[in-house]
T-cell receptor, first 114, second 117 residues
Framework: DAGVIQSPRHEVTEMGQEVTLRCKPI?????LFWYRQTMMRGLELLIY????????DSGMPEDRFSAKMPNASFSTLKIQPSEPRDSAVYFC????????????FGPGTRLTVT | AQTVTQSQPEMSVQEAETVTLSCTYD???????LFWYKQPPSRQMILVIR??????QNATENRFSVNFQKAAKSFSLKISDSQLGDTAMYFC??????????????FGSGTKLNVKP
């Protein structure tokens, strides 16, 4: 298995631009998670999906952030408009029903907003 | 509230020696999981070891072992025979029980471990 796949690995954009991060979970996994890692706040859960449905988005910082999962093999995290304080590493992770303790992380996307 | 505390921001150890990383957590659940993740400079989050709260026996994985003290809500990681490749950030994490949503991980702030030759 290829593991959780994220793209791009690095993204540099200017303030005000729209940014879209992409994730492909492990095949057969029905839970998908988006995390953000910063020096100030550490690793925090933004949102997670079960069977493509958002279950808990309480960690999404504000309306500029949105996440979708149109099918079982693809999810996006969009920031519009982006701000310098959004600079962070964004991780996607997936797990399967019945094994919430086995959560596999993708390699992360390092986002820099200038 | 589910909280995970790592009180050691940074630690150093000589190659081949043993080091212990500390972690405490807060929960009112009786059934939960605890984890240690390793994050090397590549950024990849790598699961090191996992402990189920209802299991009294401490988990071990080769050179990595934990000291799980449920009553004290303590979960330390011991790395024996430290290797240069162990240099990384280490995160303690808690996966809550049924009441607090069994799919949400709570991570500590991390401990940066430097293994010196």
């Amino acid at each position: 298995d290829a593991g959780v796949i994220q793209s791009p690995r690095h993204e540099v954009t200017e303030m005000g631009q729209e940014v879209t991060l992409r994730c492909k979970p492990i095949s057969g996994h029905d839970y998908l998670f988006w995390y953000r890692q910063t020096m100030m706040r550490g690793l925090e859960l933004l949102i997670y999906f079960n069977n493509n449905v958002p279950i808990d988005d309480s960690g999404m910082p504000e309306d500029r952030f949105s996440a979708k999962m149109p099918n079982a093999s693809f999810s996006t995290l969009k920031i519009q408009p982006s701000e310098p304080r959004d600079s962070a590493v964004y991780f996607c992770a997936s797990s399967s029903q019945g094994r919430p303790d086995e959560q596999y992380f993708g390699p992360g996307t390092r986002l820099t907003v200038t | 509230a589910q909280t995970v505390t790592q009180s050691q921001p940074e630690m150093s150890v000589q190659e081949a020696e043993t080091v212990t990383l500390s972690c405490t957590y807060d929960t009112s659940e009786s059934n939960y999981y605890l984890f240690w993740y390793k994050q090397p400079p590549s950024r990849q989050m790598i699961l090191v070891i996992r402990q189920e709260a209802y299991k009294q026996q401490n988990a071990t994985e080769n050179r990595f072992s934990v000291n799980f003290q449920k009553a004290a809500k303590s979960f330390s990681l011991k790395i024996s025979d430290s290797q240069l490749g162990d240099t990384a950030m280490y995160f303690c994490a808690h996966l809550g029980g049924l009441r607090y949503n069994f799919n949400k991980f709570y991570f500590g702030s991390g401990t940066k471990l430097n293994v010196k030759p």
